[in-house]
């Protein structure tokens, strides 16, 4: 299976390309400028694996939450390069790709992902996995670090850039023993990937309009948004 991944939702930038569990990854920390790096990325990956778009099966795309421009920039990219190859989308919870990247590079089987989604609060998300495939434990949501939804008991751990900010107070809410958190970790493509293949097997894809993104605050401005068209990647 060929899947490729994007992912701009943070201050991270990451393209990969999955091709049966082999994963190649092109990922930069610069905010600002995601819409000048993601096609580069994209174009890279295909000419190294020596592929075109409509050579693969799969887009899978980090759908939020996050920042908003972020946000808008991966659901724009994705349609275009989806509606010109005629490929499925798989929506990925950039909250669900922290989880996932704890268990790929910790072996966390619990993890609770926290974004720091400014104005003090934090997008939160509790998953596990079982039997290789990751699970939500309870809906997404945004909430100051005071108000997040107790998990139940398990042994989790924290990731994401909301534990870097609100660690302190994350923990002394939720008033139990975690097995550790880190604060520095970001989204990443490679996981997006991933997980976007766990969708596609469940039959849970969506055509290239359906790539929209998620944001959790009910209220969002969402100015139109310009992307340099996908003229330079291969059909």
């Known amino acids: 299976m060929r899947i490729l991944a994007i992912d701009t939702a943070t201050e991270a930038c990451s393209a990969a390309l999955d091709i049966d569990g082999d994963s190649r990854e092109r990922f930069k920390i610069a905010p600002r400028q995601h819409t000048e790096l993601i096609l580069p990325m994209v174009e890279s990956l295909l000419d190294e694996a020596g592929l075109t778009l409509s050579q693969l099966d799969l887009i899978a795309f980090g759908r939020g939450p996050g920042a908003f421009t972020g946000v808008r920039i991966a659901s724009a990219v994705t349609q275009g390069l989806a509606f010109s190859s005629d490929l499925p989308v798989a929506p990925v919870s950039t909250l669900a790709a922290l989880a996932w990247s704890s268990w790929r590079e910790r072996g966390e089987t619990e993890t609770l992902s926290a974004i720091d989604a400014r104005m003090a609060e934090v997008y939160w998300g509790c998953y596990r996995v079982e039997k290789g495939s990751l699970v939500a434990v309870q809906d997404e949501c945004v909430c100051a670090p005071e108000e997040i939804p107790m998990p139940p008991d398990g042994h989790w751990f924290g990731c994401g850039t909301g534990w ?16 550790g958190w880190v604060g520095e970790c970001l989204p990443q493509a490679r996981d997006i990937a991933a997980l976007g293949a766990q ?23 969402t100015p139109s948004l310009k992307v340099k068209r996908p003229t330079g990647v291969a059909l």
Do not use: F, I, M
């Not at 870097?164 to 097995?179: E, I």
């Not at 469940?202 to 969002?220: C, H, I, M, N």
């Open 164 to 179: 870097y900010t609100y660690g302190a107070r994350l923990h002394r809410h939720l008033d139990r023993p975690l097995a």
């Open 199 to 221: 969708l596609y097997v469940q039959g849970k894809t969506v055509s290239p309009e359906q790539a929209l993104p998620v944001y959790l605050r009910d209220q969002v401005a």
